[in-house]
């Protein structure tokens, strides 16, 4: 039976090592993409005043050495606003949306054989954030929560960090 186990383990050794070798040359460049659901949750106004939202994003990475990667990032952020009636009046808008662009490092810490790769990763960028005016059948309550928020767009930067697993669902 040891004899068996240790045929296997060879054999998934050297499979692992063939694989490895025969791979096809891959591009310098890779296609990032994603979307959820964001939950305000801090600060307490933030998250008291405006509901469940989403967010999307788009990047494109450049290999500049095996383990490091550039990656050029398009995001956006959308969160509609919790006030529905005031005084009796229906309030419609208040929405805050966010558009980011930024670059970002992406150092790979795994070993280039291993299915499972560790990164870590860290950027910069620029965040446009804007507030849609409030609109209600009486002017007065849209003029009134319009002068509690900042209507105009605002840009400021941003930083990120954060980490993460790669791992292959095949051979290539």
Avoid: C
Avoid at 115 to 128: D, E, M
Wanted: proline share 5%.
């Amino acid at each position: 039976m040891k004899k068996f186990f240790w045929t296997l383990a060879v054999l998934m050794i050297l499979s692992a090592v063939s694989m490895a070798q025969v791979g096809t040359p891959s591009s310098p460049f890779s296609l990032y993409g994603g979307g959820a659901l964001s939950l305000p949750t801090s600060p307490q106004g933030f998250s008291d005043n405006w509901k469940l939202g989403y967010h999307w994003m788009l990047g494109v990475g450049y290999d500049l050495t095996p383990r490091l990667q550039l990656v050029g990032t398009l995001e956006s952020h959308n969160f509609k606003s919790n006030i529905d009636i005031v005084g009796g009046s229906a309030v419609d808008g208040g929405a805050i949306k966010s558009f980011m662009y930024g670059i970002d490092g992406r150092l790979n810490l795994g070993a280039p054989v291993v299915p499972l790769k560790p990164y870590v990763i860290g950027g910069i960028g620029i965040a446009s954030v804007k507030t849609e005016k409030y609109t209600s059948t009486i002017t007065s309550i849209a003029t009134a929560l319009d002068s509690t928020l900042s209507i105009a767009t605002q840009s400021k930067a941003y930083f990120n960090f954060g980490g993460g697993v790669e791992f292959a669902m095949g051979p290539k």
